[in-house]
């Protein structure tokens, strides 16, 4: 899954270790997330919209969300 959680994290010059903080996970899972190795919970997505003030839809991109013409 595709993401903006590097660069929102950059846009408040925070490391990975700093977002894991205020997300209480390991800086390790933040690494998995932001290079989508790891998809995020839904209640760990929820904690990073609330922290971000963003709609999921707006970190996290699912990638089925375009035009299909099936």
Do not use: C
Request: proline fraction near 4%; aromatic fraction near 8%; charged fraction near 25%.
């Amino acid at each position: 899954m595709k993401n903006q959680l590097k660069v929102l994290r950059a846009m408040r010059n925070w490391s990975q270790a700093d977002l894991a903080e205020h997300l209480d996970v390991s800086r390790q899972a933040v690494n998995a997330i932001e290079t989508g190795k790891y998809d995020p919970s839904l209640p760990l997505a929820f904690k990073i919209s609330r922290l971000f003030a963003l709609p999921i839809e707006e970190i996290f991109d699912d990638e089925f969300n375009g035009a299909h013409n099936d």
